[in-house]
Structures are given as C-alpha cells and as structure tokens.
C-alpha cells in the first residue's frame, strides 16, 4: 500500500507540555485529514486541510499543510490527559481512498 | 441514524473458515469504505464503494476477500479460507462523496485460531 511516513511513532509528554506529530509524503497530496484514535477505540476524524499552507486551529490543536502540500503537522499546546491516543494523518493524492500513516502514540503523564 | 454499525464486534473462526461481516453506514452517506487494522499500525485500506459500485480495490487483498454493497446501502466483507494472518480488527466507515472526513464504526475484530 500507499506509503505514509509519520513521526514520532511515540511521544511521552507531561501534562500541560506541547507536543507535535509530523506527516510527510514522498508525493504531491490533494488533501490531507487527521484522526485521532483513543485505546481501544475508532479513528474519529479531526479534521481536513486542502490548500496549500492551510492552517486550521481547533481549540488547542493547530494543524498545517505544507506550502509544496506534500507534508503535514499537528501541534497540542498544552497537553492534557484528554488527549491520550493515537494520532493519524490520512493522505490522498486523488480525494477519493485516503491511507493512513503509522500514528503518534501520544502518552500524556499526569 | 447514530453512526455506523458494524457487525459482530467479535469473531473468532478455525482456519480454513469463511467469514462475513457487515457494516450498514449512515444513511446519506455514497461512499462506504473497508479498512483492517492490526495492533499498533494505523488502518489499511481495503477496497471501498460509491452507491453499489466498487470503485478501488488494494493490490493487498487477496482472491479470498470479497466485499459487496447491494443497492448502495449495507455492505459485507467476506473472507474465505481464513488464515492465521487476517487476524486483526476490521473497520467500515462512510463518507458523503469522499470529500468530508470518514466517520468510522466500532469495528469487528476477528481472530483465526
């Protein structure tokens, strides 16, 4: 399959510290989506970036497509319990099927 | 409807078995998607549809997978022969035309004994 290079593959933070998860494709992407998948759970869907150098923010999160649209970040501030998990980035070079990176197992300490 | 179903959330079958699972998304969405998920990787596209038709399938799914989508609405996903190595949780999810994010359901997970 499709491959998606995502790092860190793990990343322990303690709370309230920042933490980044970076995606990056050997190929020029027509969009890319992030999801985030608790233990134990489903991937549920974060959001979308399209544009070139889009930036979108929800709440805490901050989330970035590369000028060339071939990478991506995501960026907590802050970090609380609340966002242990799984974080995945989903490209697509045709909007149709997305493939998922390997994820960002992120570990918040109390 | 509340997201999507998935059906049985558990499966455990004998080698050689065939299998199948069911996913019913949600109702306004065209596009259905198959996924599988193994520990600690993120989920590998299988094949998906748009209404009834399969319009993509991966080079990775064997002649043993098939997967249907009858009058554009539920889907299975059927495994014949089961081996040891399609042990792993299997996950549906739908989309409105492809271009919003996929809401995913809670998966059935299967294990070949």
């Known amino acids: 399959g499709q491959q998606v290079m995502q790092i860190p593959q793990y990343q322990h933070v303690q709370e309230g510290e920042d933490f980044t998860t970076y995606c990056n494709s050997s190929?020029?992407?027509?969009?890319i989506q992030w999801y985030k998948q608790r233990p134990g759970g489903h991937p549920v869907f974060l959001i979308q970036?399209?544009?070139?150098?889009e930036v979108k923010k929800q709440k805490r999160l901050t989330f970035q497509f590369g000028e060339a649209k071939k990478n991506s970040s995501l960026h907590i501030t802050a970090t609380q319990t609340t966002d242990v998990g799984t974080y995945f980035c989903a490209e697509s070079a045709t909007g149709n099927q997305f493939y998922f990176g390997t994820g960002t197992s992120l570990t918040v300490i109390p | 409807d509340t997201g999507v179903s998935q059906d049985p959330r558990h499966k455990i079958t004998k080698r050689g078995q065939n299998v199948t699972f069911r996913c019913d998304p949600i109702s306004e969405h065209n596009r259905l998607y198959w996924y599988r998920q193994t520990l600690g990787q993120g989920p590998e596209f299988l094949t998906y549809f748009q209404n009834e038709a399969q319009l993509e399938k991966s080079r990775l799914l064997s002649d043993r997978f098939s997967a249907e989508r009858p009058k554009g609405s539920f889907s299975t996903l059927e495994i014949q022969r089961t081996e040891q190595g399609d042990s792993a949780m299997y996950l549906c999810?739908?989309?409105?035309?492809?271009?919003?994010?996929?809401?995913f359901g809670s998966g059935t997970r299967l294990t070949v004994v």
């Open positions: 999810a739908s989309s409105f035309r492809g271009y919003y994010g996929y809401t």
């Open positions: 970036l399209v544009k070139s150098g």
């Open positions: 190929t020029t992407l027509s969009n």
